[in-house]
């Protein structure tokens, strides 16, 4: 089996190979022994391609290169995934440009019955991550094997990893990379921890080193692997944009967040809703919805008011539970309080966990 293994990493290292041809390969050779034995010309006529890729040389010198990844695959507890098998993500079987073998490191199904991909803008705002956070973990609440796939970039990617981490989902990264080293560095932690609660996936060898087009060839295979593509911020041009393209061109559903027009980080998204191309998500119910997936009924629950305020702070968390947030200088005209005292209020509700400080002077619970 661990030859078959290395002529299938040898037949995904062929420049200019795909799954399309891969399975053609498949079709019309005998095995793929025969395919790396016979000569050229017998080649030809058997699978009637013609090109470098059915070059004596470059098929030597690809299973050369396999038998040093195999000996990675096995020091590193990597599981290789081909097309052909069960256990390769059957959902990217749809996309035409899927790579035919896939690097794998991790616990998690990649064809559980629910996968969505969370991507979004490198600089993140505290809007982008509280709704990152508020949307897995109702997700989680609801289905408890959802998988999270995203990039691990900084922002939102890195968030949305962490979040469903926090909420007891397993999450993957599609990497843009061989699985020898993680990038960025300071995300090690987290995809460490990934590995056990959920994986690191990648169509890259083990020591491949990065180039910039990789990181938007990535994007194929996190909008793939999903059932949608959930864009939280992005500004007018980015790497989530491309990602809601590819995942539009795969027939994936795409959502959006709506943010402010004064945003930059919101301006990607608010187009995408505006050109019809992502449907507008503000909450779990959006996409649950959407999707039509069956969701348990939450129970009504009656909010509880927070213990040990005074009366004064209990008249500003009420303000806040009514209007969900509020600006400094509207609270002061609205509650007809001085600025200093509504400041020492919101101070000390800071110290009691009630309250989260805002840029711009506001607040909410």
Not at 229 to 244: D, W, Y
Request: hydrophobic share 40%; charged share 20%; aromatic share 8%.
């Amino acid at each position: 089996m661990e030859q078959e293994v290395i002529y299938r990493i040898a037949l995904s290292r062929l420049k200019g190979i795909n799954k399309a041809l891969a399975q053609h390969i498949h079709e019309t050779v005998e095995s793929l022994e025969t395919f790396f034995e016979l000569p050229e010309s017998q080649l030809q006529k058997i699978t009637g391609i013609k090109g470098r890729i059915l070059h004596e040389d470059n098929r030597q010198t690809a299973l050369q290169e396999a038998r040093k990844e195999m000996e990675f695959i096995r020091k590193g507890n990597i599981e290789p995934l081909y097309f052909t098998e069960p256990n390769y993500p059957q959902r990217l079987l749809d996309c035409i440009d899927a790579p035919p073998l896939l690097y794998y490191r991790g616990n998690a199904d990649l064809n559980s019955s629910k996968i969505i991909s969370i991507v979004g803008t490198r600089r993140a705002t505290e809007y982008g991550k509280d709704f990152c956070e508020t949307l897995i973990r109702d997700l989680s609440e609801y289905f408890p094997q959802l998988v999270i796939v995203s990039g691990l970039a900084y922002g939102i990617d890195i968030c949305a990893h962490r979040c469903a981490l926090r909420h007891g989902l397993n999450t993957i990264a599609v990497l843009a990379h061989g699985l020898d080293h993680i990038y960025p560095a300071n995300h090690r932690s987290t995809a460490v921890e990934m590995v056990s609660h959920g994986g690191l996936l990648t169509e890259y060898t083990g020591y491949h080193r990065m180039h910039p087009a990789f990181f938007v060839a990535r994007n194929r295979i996190v909008a793939g692997l999903a059932d949608a593509v959930i864009i939280v911020e992005s500004r007018e041009k980015g790497g989530a944009l491309i990602t809601a393209g590819i995942a539009e061109s795969y027939h994936r559903d795409v959502f959006a967040l709506p943010g402010s027009i004064q945003s930059e980080s919101s301006t990607g998204c608010n187009h995408l809703i505006r050109r019809n191309r992502a449907a507008l998500i503000t909450s779990a119910d959006d996409l649950v919805e959407a999707m039509c997936w069956n969701a348990p009924r939450k129970q009504a629950v009656q909010r509880s008011l927070f213990p040990e305020l005074t009366d004064e702070e209990q008249v500003v968390t009420n303000y806040l539970t009514q209007k969900g947030e509020g600006q400094i200088n509207h609270m002061t005209i609205d509650l007809n309080q001085p600025l200093s005292q509504l400041l020492s209020i919101l101070v000390e509700l800071e110290f009691k966990g009630v309250v989260k400080a805002l840029p711009g002077g506001i607040y909410k619970l």
